[in-house]
């Protein structure tokens, strides 16, 4: 019998979409809560599609081909910032950098911040601020998107349904 739910949250664990389960074959069992196609803005204010999933531990920025750009652990984040548009979002990460984002529906972003909230809360025991922030202050400008010369992605091993079921046990 699969889980459906992860018991320490509460969140659904979903599966891959099928019709992104070739290029993103090496995550069929992960403990997966999100997976959803956005934008990430650059720093030239661009948008670029990106898929954005988000396990029980981590937030994966992924190319539509499947290659990871981006792997931080949740309980990295410092804060969320919202805006008046619904769909846009930004991930603030001190310890890297911060990833703006833009949902192509209001209801993504709000699920976004719920299983970010749920999963931060397993992690740290406390709450990930939301900030609601004004107008032109939203700009990528006021935020550190810019990749550090020297970092260096480094992906997370995954947990899979089985490792969680056998951790529950």
Known sequence: HTLDVDPRTKLKIISVPADKRVSFADLQDVVLHIFFDCYKTT????????VLIIT???ILLCSKD???SRCVMVDRVGSLSVTSDKRALAIQVPTEYDILLKFLHPSDRDRVI???RAVYRRMTHARLPVENVKGRKF???NFKIKKPAKF????????T????RQALE
Do not use: A, F, N, Y
């Open 43 to 50: 720093t030239s204010d661009q948008h670029v599609d990106r």
């Open 161 to 164: 349904r089985d490792q969680l």
């Open 114 to 116: 719920t299983v970010l």
């Open 56 to 58: 029980d531990q981590t």
């Open 66 to 68: 499947g290659s990871c």
């Open 152 to 159: 260096q992605l480094s992906l997370i091993p995954q947990r």
């Open 139 to 141: 700009e990528p400008s």
